[in-house]
C-alpha cells in the first residue's frame, strides 16, 4: 500500500539546519509532484516547498533562500534542507505526494526551533 515516512524532525536553534527525508512506496514515485506542507498550532496547514516531476520547484516566500527541496528518484525520497531556522519554523511538517487525481500524505514530524 502506499506510504510516506518522514524523517528527520527534532529540536533546533534558531540559525541551526534540519534535514528532513520522506521515504516513499506503494506507487510511482517519479512521476508525482511531491512537497512538503507545514501546519502550527492554532494555522491552517501551508505548502513550503513543492517539487515536479520534471524536477523544477517552488517555494513560500518565508522559506526562500533558506530551505531547498530535492528529490532522489532511485530512492524515492524527497528531502528538504532547512538552513538558517527561526523560531516561526516550528510546526509540524507533513510530506504529500500528487498526481491527479491520487493524493497522499505522510504522517508528519514534529520540527521545533527554539532557543
Known amino acids: 500500500q502506499v506510504q510516506l515516512v518522514e524523517s528527520g524532525g527534532g529540536l533546533a536553534q534558531p540559525g541551526g539546519s534540519l534535514r528532513l527525508s520522506c521515504a516513499a512506496s506503494g506507487f510511482t514515485f517519479s512521476r508525482y509532484r511531491m512537497s512538503w506542507y507545514r501546519q502550527a498550532p492554532g494555522k491552517e496547514r501551508e505548502l513550503v516547498a513543492g517539487i515536479a516531476s520534471t524536477g523544477i520547484t517552488n517555494y513560500t516566500d518565508s522559506v526562500k533562500g533558506r530551505f531547498t527541496i530535492s528529490r532522489d528518484n532511485a530512492k524515492n525520497t524527497v528531502y528538504l534542507q532547512m538552513n538558517s531556522l527561526k523560531d516561526e519554523d516550528t510546526a509540524v511538517y507533513y510530506c504529500?505526494?500528487?498526481?491527479?487525481?491520487?493524493?497522499?500524505w505522510g504522517q508528519g514530524t514534529q520540527v521545533t526551533v527554539s532557543s
Open positions: 504529500n505526494a500528487v498526481r491527479f487525481p491520487a493524493i497522499y
